[in-house]
């Protein structure tokens, strides 16, 4: 992690993240259980200036980088995945802004007031029920109108602002992001989130009924590329990267408890605690391993991808591939290690097993990933 002298407002902030990490850890349970919005969490990371890590420097912000964001979500994922998903999300919509410019200067302005005064949740609306783009945008003289269902939309309750990805009803459509904002007329939440693992991410959907976007609030509106610019597979890495270390942070946290739970069980038929054992001692440290590799292959592919290595970018889905089995075998064998105990609900063990196995909401499909490895394998 930077290395915290008091000279660097990133350093500074993640100076604070022990104390966020600690009251995540607090609530998490509550939250799991009753699927409920983390209020107090994302707003003790924005208080602790985590919220606002990788705004640009040319817009007054620390401008962290992506070696600084894994570590940052790692850490966030060990105390609440719900929360770190949330933060993740709009930390990626700000690093993008810092690196591409996207959004029209007088909304990021807006977004940026709104940051400072206090949470300001982002997040890019992609998903739909149907699998394809309905999403429709309707010019109607002044700007658009914008209707359709977005599903899996994380952070749903509480979003500042919706990057909707929408098509045009022209005679030749047209898509883009649709920048909306979060109290928008014509914008209805539909509360259909009850996954196993993520629980507090609230990934509701989300209807759009002739929403008003004005004319300067579209990103990127054209017809779709044949192929991904190199400025887009700079952001798919940072967000494939991004989202491997909430999986990582939530296989540490489980690995952690794991640790305390050998060190203090003592079984009726041995006299001493079951971390002397050497099956699972050897259990723990095949999982130690595991999760070494994974976090050296994470931040090593991090440096270079923030240094906009396009060789690097290329290898990030594969990475987050390895990276969530990686996790996810970890957390297994942790359950298998602990039994019964392992999957009570008085214990977080088995909310670890089911955050990780949620997160892949969130990841590319696993033949997608190995479809794309194959191509580039076979040239």
């Not at 004319?215 to 990267?241: F, K, M, N, T």
């Not at 050296?296 to 970018?313: C, I, N, P, S, T």
Request: glycine share 10%; with cysteine; aromatic share 4%.
């Amino acid at each position: 992690m930077t290395v915290t002298d008091g000279t660097s407002p990133v350093a500074d902030a993640l100076a604070r993240l022990p104390r966020v990490v600690d009251l995540l850890a607090a609530r998490a349970e509550e939250h799991d259980r009753d699927a409920t919005f983390p209020y107090q969490g994302i707003e003790a990371v924005h208080e602790a200036g985590l919220l606002t890590l990788t705004i640009g420097q040319r817009y007054g912000g620390p401008s962290a980088g992506l070696p600084d964001l894994v570590r940052l979500l790692g850490q966030l994922g060990r105390g609440d995945a719900s929360v770190a998903v949330l933060t993740a999300f709009t930390l990626l919509q700000h690093a993008e802004q810092a690196r591409n410019g996207g959004w029209p200067a007088a909304v990021y302005r807006r977004l940026l007031t709104e940051s400072r005064r206090g949470p300001a949740l982002v997040n890019t609306l992609r998903a739909e029920p149907g699998g394809r783009l309905a999403t429709v945008a309707r010019w109607d003289g002044t700007g658009w109108r914008l209707s359709g269902r977005k599903t899996f939309c994380a952070g749903a309750e509480a979003l500042a602002w919706l990057a909707v990805w929408a098509r045009t009803d022209e005679t030749i459509p047209r898509a883009g992001l649709f920048l909306v904002r979060g109290d928008s007329p014509g914008i209805e939440l539909d509360p259909v989130w009850d996954q196993l693992g993520l629980r507090a991410s609230a990934g509701h959907d989300v209807l759009l009924t002739d929403v008003a976007v004005p004319a300067d609030a579209v990103i990127g509106l054209g017809r779709p590329a044949a192929e991904e610019s190199p400025a887009e597979r700079l952001d798919r890495a940072w967000r494939e990267l991004a989202l491997s270390a909430v999986h990582l942070g939530v296989a540490r946290a489980a690995q952690e408890w794991l640790v305390r739970f050998l060190g203090q069980r003592t079984p009726a038929n041995l006299t001493e605690p079951l971390a002397t054992v050497p099956r699972y001692r050897s259990a723990v440290a095949e999982i130690e391993v595991s999760l070494i590799g994974a976090e050296e292959l994470l931040h090593g592919l991090a440096a270079r991808v923030d240094r906009g290595d396009q060789a690097a970018a290329g290898r990030s889905g594969a990475a987050q591939l390895l990276i969530n089995r990686t996790a996810t075998a970890a957390v297994q064998q942790a359950v298998t290690l602990t039994g019964n105990p392992g999957l009570s609900r008085r214990h977080p063990l088995e909310r670890y097993l089911r955050d990780v196995l949620g997160g892949r909401t969130h990841l590319a499909p696993e033949d997608l990933v190995l479809d794309a490895v194959a191509d580039a394998a076979l040239g």
